[in-house]
């Protein structure tokens, strides 16, 4: 049965924690019927533990962090470990977003980053993307060199507790040019893909989801997940309405019910 990994980065939002659990009790009425979906909620570190509370034991919806600090434990002010993620029952953390990165993020910062994610028993949701598309395929050299980078000293042990999401930057946010076509993204995940083959070997590379985020709407989500055969989606603005997250929930169990008819 084909099992499809929705991601809601809320970013920044909303303003309050009143409105947060409002969104993820809506969000959890949408997953009530369904059968191959399950939903990780990425939620401002300050909102973790109630929305976590709103979800309940749910293993079809749960909290996830939108980044970590690189340090354990002690005198670092203002920072959040994964240890402490993990204590308030997050599962999965996203790493190197790239708004993160236009903040100062470097492609080694996400290296330790991700060590520390795995250390501590959790998921990595690695993004990766570039700026802009070329024509000579530049843009494949910069996603090579983020992946190689962050993924430097992960065992292959540790290829089951990671996921790979495509992100190009110009399709990011409400300044997208546009979301990019499913077919465009079946390239790069075929590409990803080959570059995780060095690392972790042919197999754990065809295992390791791959998903697309960027512009992901209700429209366009149900074909990222067949034509492009995405593994996963990572939606921002669309989860930031019930009913749109819930259309995209819809749609995703759309194509579960046709992957399983054309086996
Ligand atoms: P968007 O954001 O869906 O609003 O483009 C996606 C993301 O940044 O993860």
């Not at 809601?8 to 369904?34: T, V």
């Not at 992946?147 to 409400?174: C, D, F, H, M």
């Not at 985020?213 to 930031?240: D, I, K, Q, W, Y």
Request: with cysteine.
């Amino acid at each position: 049965m084909r099992k499809i990994h929705l991601i809601a980065n809320w970013k920044a939002n909303p303003k309050e924690l009143s409105d947060a659990k409002r969104l993820a009790l809506g969000f959890k009425g949408g997953l009530m019927k369904a059968r191959f979906t399950d939903v990780a909620l990425a939620v401002p570190h300050p909102f973790l533990f109630s929305v976590g509370e709103v979800l309940g034991k749910s293993e079809r919806c749960r909290i996830a962090a939108q980044d970590v600090s690189p340090v354990n434990e002690g005198a670092h002010t203002g920072s959040v470990t994964a240890s402490m993620l993990k204590s308030l029952g997050v599962r999965e953390v996203i790493v190197g977003h790239s708004e993160r990165r236009a903040q100062g993020l470097t492609d080694e910062g996400v290296r330790i980053r991700v060590e520390k994610i795995l250390k501590s028993g959790l998921t990595v949701v690695l993004c990766v993307g570039e700026r802009e598309r070329d024509t000579h395929g530049a843009y494949l050299k910069t996603i090579e060199s983020q992946l190689l980078t962050a993924l430097k000293n992960v065992q292959k042990s540790k290829s089951g507790r990671l996921i790979v999401a495509y992100e190009p930057v110009w399709a990011i946010g409400e300044d997208a040019q546009s979301a990019d076509t499913p077919a465009g993204f079946r390239e790069v995940a075929i590409y990803i893909r080959k570059v995780l083959s060095g690392p972790f070997g042919p197999q754990a590379a065809l295992t390791i989801p791959v998903l697309y985020g960027g512009s992901v709407t209700p429209e366009n989500a149900g074909t990222f997940l067949s034509e492009g055969h995405a593994s996963c989606l990572l939606v921002g603005r669309a989860s930031l309405l019930a009913t749109s997250f819930r259309s995209i929930i819809e749609e995703a169990e759309r194509v579960g019910v046709t992957s399983t008819r054309t086996r």
